[in-house]
T-cell receptor, first 118, second 112 residues
Framework: DTEVTQTPKHLVMGMTNKKSLKCEQHMGHRAMYWYKQKAKKPPELMFVYSYEKLSINESVPSRFSPECPNSSLLNLHLHALQPEDSALYLC?????????????????FGEGSRLTVL | DAKTTQPNSMESNEEEPVHLPCNHS???????IHWYRQLPSQGPEYVIH???SNVNNRMASLAIAEDRKSSTLILHRATLRDAAVYYCILRDVMNTGNQFYFGTGTSLTVIP
């Protein structure tokens, strides 16, 4: 199983709503990532979890709250978002969990969750 | 972070080879060169990576300049399914191994 599964595929929410995006992988990967991608732009790194601990937060606003309940699951909790937060949110995973683990592994991406904030 | 520079767009005829360039003049000795591509309406997918030597796999070849300041992704026979945005990424495995930063990428159009 070389898949990263993201749910939901599409999400529409109001600015006062609380919602969550979910990501799951069963490849035994120890690093998991959230990226944000606006139309016709490259993916932007938001968060990285390494061995279930948050290792990188790219100065993301607190209205985005990541959570890694276990090594297979990654959530992104959304609260009080703005319309400009509308984007494709991509989850990815990789085998190595720290910079010196082993030879650099590839990133496996899910198909993304398309978020629209009204 | 070391940066990469790629042309915004390129065109290729179907069944012809495609050479996608990437400049990374500030590359460090511990930076691996990764290539990913993103087909329309999909997440990015891994294509190939290398450190110093040229690399081949079933999808493509990676040619790395001797001074490592540039690299070229080679698709040997472009097909319509290769139309995508191709990203060249540097990954410093010793210091910031999990920080995969995407550059602007090259949008490849394949002409039938």
């Amino acid at each position: 199983d070389t898949e990263v599964t993201q749910t939901p595929k599409h999400l529409v929410m109001g600015m006062t709503n609380k919602k969550s995006l979910k990501c799951e992988q069963h490849m035994g990967h120890r690093a998991m990532y959230w990226y944000k991608q606006k139309a016709k732009k490259p993916p932007e790194l938001m968060f990285v979890y390494s061995y279930e601990k948050l290792s990188i937060n790219e100065s993301v606003p607190s209205r985005f709250s990541p959570e890694c309940p276990n090594s297979s699951l990654l959530n992104l909790h959304l609260h009080a978002l703005q319309p400009e937060d509308s984007a494709l949110y991509l989850c990815a995973s990789s085998q190595d969990g720290s910079p010196r683990d082993q030879a650099p592994g590839e990133l496996f991406f899910g198909e993304g969750s398309r978020l629209t904030v009204l | 972070d070391a940066k990469t520079t790629q042309p915004n767009s390129m065109e290729s005829n179907e069944e012809e080879p495609v050479h996608l360039p990437c400049n990374h003049s500030t590359i460090s000795g511990t930076d691996y060169i990764h290539w990913y591509r993103q087909l329309p309406s999909q997440g990015p997918e891994y294509v190939i990576h290398g450190l110093t030597s040229n690399v081949n796999n079933r999808m493509a070849s990676l040619a790395i300049a001797e001074d490592r300041k540039s690299s070229t992704l080679i698709l040997h026979r472009a097909t319509l399914r290769d139309a995508a945005v191709y990203y060249c990424i540097l990954r410093d495995v010793m210091n910031t191994g999990n920080q995969f930063y995407f550059g602007t990428g090259t949008s490849l159009t394949v002409i039938p």
